[in-house]
């Protein structure tokens, strides 16, 4: 069964640091990965996905098959980071479903 | 544009009390998604709609819970009788497309449902 694992649920870093939020998942058929973020009294929202491989406010995100990760990084946190970040994991082929992980709540502090 | 609505924003209810919640997707999203957040967990599909049907609701505890989107527009989630342990955030979603593609979803701002 298809499953994603967030091994944190808690991650503070001081500001200007190295952040990586990590997320593995279990599935057996051709992942889609998404990270989704919500600030503090914010909806949540989609940060970025594995297929576009962009960069979105400094963070980058790997699909690793091998090591079935889709791990979040930014060289560089900053305070406005703090938020909830969730990793999810696309199945049900063209359904478009999503099963999330349980988040990670990053602080970053001044 | 305006984003998912949702309505009410909070709601404290009993135990075996009924509640619904509404939620207006985004003017010409075909797919809507109802989702329970418990606490400390990520949200949690319960049914997906495309227009006025229904594609997955294999997660929704059908004896209690129940859903419709009429016209395929607005949408309604009902729990009838509620118990404790559905005290939870309910999340709408919506996505631009139907089938095919993993459309980015669109979330509205939630119900907090509280059972005493």
């Known amino acids: 069964a298809q499953r994603v694992t967030q091994p944190e649920k808690l991650l503070s870093v001081f500001k200007g640091a190295p952040v990586e939020l990590k997320c593995n998942y279990s599935?057996?058929?051709?992942?889609?990965l998404f990270w989704y973020v919500q600030y503090s009294r914010q909806r949540l929202q989609l940060l970025l996905r594995?297929?576009s491989r962009e960069s979105i406010k400094g963070f980058t995100a790997d699909l690793n098959k091998g090591e079935t990760s889709f791990h979040l990084k930014k060289p560089f946190a900053q305070e406005e980071d703090s938020a909830m970040y969730y990793c999810?994991?696309?199945?049900?082929?063209?359904?478009?479903?999503?099963?999330f992980g349980k988040g990670t709540k990053l602080s970053v502090k001044p | 544009e305006a984003g998912v609505a949702q309505s009410p924003r909070y709601k404290i209810i009993e135990k075996r009390q009924s509640v619904a919640f509404w939620c207006n997707p985004i003017?010409?999203?075909?797919?809507l998604y109802w989702y329970q957040q418990i606490l400390g967990q990520g949200p949690k599909l319960l049914i997906q709609?495309?227009?006025?049907?229904?594609?997955?609701d294999s997660q929704l505890p059908k004896d209690r819970f129940s859903a419709e989107r009429l016209k395929g527009v607005d949408s309604t989630l009902k729990i009838q009788p509620a118990k404790l342990e559905d005290s939870a955030v309910y999340l709408c979603?919506?996505?631009?497309?139907?089938?095919?593609?993993?459309?980015?979803?669109?979330f509205g701002p939630g119900t907090r449902l509280t059972v005493l």
């Open positions: 979603a919506s996505s631009p497309m139907g089938r095919g593609m993993y459309n980015e979803q669109f």
């Open positions: 599935y057996s058929g051709s992942p889609e």
């Open positions: 594995h297929i």
């Open positions: 999810a994991l696309g199945y049900g082929g063209s359904q478009g479903n999503l099963i």
């Open positions: 003017s010409g999203h075909a797919t």
């Open positions: 709609f495309q227009n006025n049907g229904v594609v997955d």
